[in-house]
């Protein structure tokens, strides 16, 4: 009946007690976790509703700036990898500490395609114990929200026109779980679910979490699947052709471009494969030059510069300077800045593909251009996502690899066909770059030797960070994405 999504191992399920109980530490940092229909959803054709009862307490002594919200929801149904951060609406049921003490609050909020939240309305809450209930007229294309009952009746929040006329959704998938979760330890029985019941609605199956893929055909960046990272205007991709090609200037002095997954992430606790076709030119020009393309993945944290200094990579690149001309394939590593070559080798070949797997019970990773899986793995690395970077999901990304001095017209280099063959998908939050503490820390500090040699706060890239990078941050103050 369910699915679990996870964003962090802050912040989990427990199904106990006979009820579903919300459980943290209290470093959590306001991450999702629940269940959420597998497999089946409800038609937007036709009316429905459903309900759950929630318990959500504080303990006797909380603490300051603490956030708990439980939530019963819906999200609009679809193919693209599952995230409750986009295209989704819930009923929250919370409390949060401040200088006033303790705030019991109802809530009601969604999230937007682009990943913005919107708040529909809060309201006091009185009780520890009650039931959150979500129905709908088709006729009308209404979604009701409220604490007391169901439809127009009942409703305390009313949303005109969202399943049928924004989602555009004919199915949507109910869910259940925690809300967002701040710094606060839920212990058993403090917060947890019972009894849900869909009470009518035409209930219908929904095809199983299709795995990510891009066959980059429609020739534009899929923003639900993809963020870019550029290192440098002078080295770009450009989705065109039917594919994913490199492109950079010739006055390029060693820098990357990729995409990186949007909103979503491997879990390490399930095995998972996934590659992409490349094309390397054996282009031959005068001068001292490299280029190539690349496929990796790199450690969750919620920043960029978690995953540009934790990451593995297979690469095809072309070198040429004074001790050599080669193509070839080539597996490198990071771990919180150091980077390891892991091999390389001769390529005698323009186009393949590029693979890697991983072995969740072994913790080892699989670099190939053959196949997946320790049969065909040309580089193994032991120990690295669970064991070095310690961590319980990895972003994977694609793109151009180091480029210097070498002008890539179109077809010189691109990639195509990145296929997910199999892992457990789950949401990762939005990537950020800093806040204004971390800024603080790093200011009137020089000699930012790449875009995060400094943690990511010199943002005009000039090597040290001053007020010109402070008004960029104000700028661009309380944004989302």
């Not at 200037?249 to 879990?267: H, I, P």
Request: charged share 20%; proline share 3%.
């Amino acid at each position: 009946m369910w699915n679990l999504f996870q964003e962090s191992p802050a912040v989990w399920p427990d199904e106990t007690n006979e009820r579903l109980e919300i459980r943290s530490t209290a470093d959590a940092n306001g991450e999702v976790a629940g269940y959420l229909a597998n497999g089946w959803g409800l038609s937007t054709a036709n009316d429905f509703s459903f309900r759950a009862n929630f318990h959500c307490s504080w303990p006797s002594e909380p603490e300051y700036s603490d956030f708990v919200a439980i939530l019963l929801g819906i999200l609009k149904g679809g193919v693209d990898p599952v995230t409750v951060r986009k295209n989704s609406i819930a009923i929250v049921a919370g409390y949060y500490v401040d200088e006033n003490g303790v705030e019991a609050f109802f809530h009601c909020g969604k999230f937007m395609n682009d990943g913005t939240y919107f708040v529909e309305g809060q309201k006091t809450r009185s009780q520890d114990n009650g039931i959150l209930y979500i129905s709908y007229d088709a006729s009308k294309d209404e979604l009701y929200l409220s604490d007391s009952g169901y439809w127009a009746a009942n409703a305390w929040i009313t949303i005109p026109s969202l399943l049928k006329g924004e989602w555009g959704s004919a199915v949507v998938i109910p869910g259940l779980g925690s809300g967002f979760v701040d710094n606060a330890a839920l212990d058993s029985g403090d917060a947890y679910f019972d009894n849900f019941v869909v009470d009518s609605g035409t209930v219908v199956p929904v095809p199983a979490n299709v795995l990510p893929s891009d066959d980059f055909n429609d020739n534009s960046m899929n923003t639900s699947m993809w963020n870019l990272f550029q290192e440098s205007s002078n080295v770009w991709l450009d989705e065109t052709n039917e594919r994913l090609e490199v492109r950079s200037t010739a006055d390029m002095n060693g820098a990357g471009v990729v995409y990186y997954a949007n909103g979503w992430g491997f879990l390490t606790a399930d095995n998972f494969s996934f590659k992409a076709d490349f094309h390397d030119s054996s282009i031959s020009v005068p001068g001292d030059y490299e280029f190539g393309t690349e496929l990796g993945l790199g450690k969750a944290g919620g920043d960029l510069a978690t995953i540009y200094n934790n990451n593995a990579t297979i690469s095809a690149t072309k070198i040429v300077d004074e001790y050599e001309n080669v193509a070839r394939l080539g597996c490198d590593k990071n771990t919180d800045g150091n980077h390891v070559s892991e091999g390389h080798k001769t390529r005698s070949q323009d186009n393949g593909t590029l693979y890697i797997s991983y072995d969740a019970s072994k913790d080892e990773l699989y670099l190939s251009d053959t196949g997946y899986w320790a049969s065909n793995a040309w580089v193994t690395i032991p120990g690295l996502l669970k064991g070095e970077w310690d961590s319980a999901i990895v972003i994977p990304f694609l793109g151009g690899s180091y480029m210097r001095n070498i002008s890539l017209n179109s077809g010189d280099a691109y990639l195509d066909n990145f296929v997910v063959d199999s892992g457990t998908i789950v949401p990762v939050p939005a990537i950020y770059f800093y806040d204004l503490e971390n800024f603080c820390e790093h200011w009137l500090e020089t000699g930012c030797v790449n875009p995060f040699g400094c943690e990511g706060t010199d943002l005009d890239n000039d090597t040290d960070v001053d007020f010109k990078d402070f008004a960029i941050l104000a700028q661009n103050w309380l944004m989302g994405e």
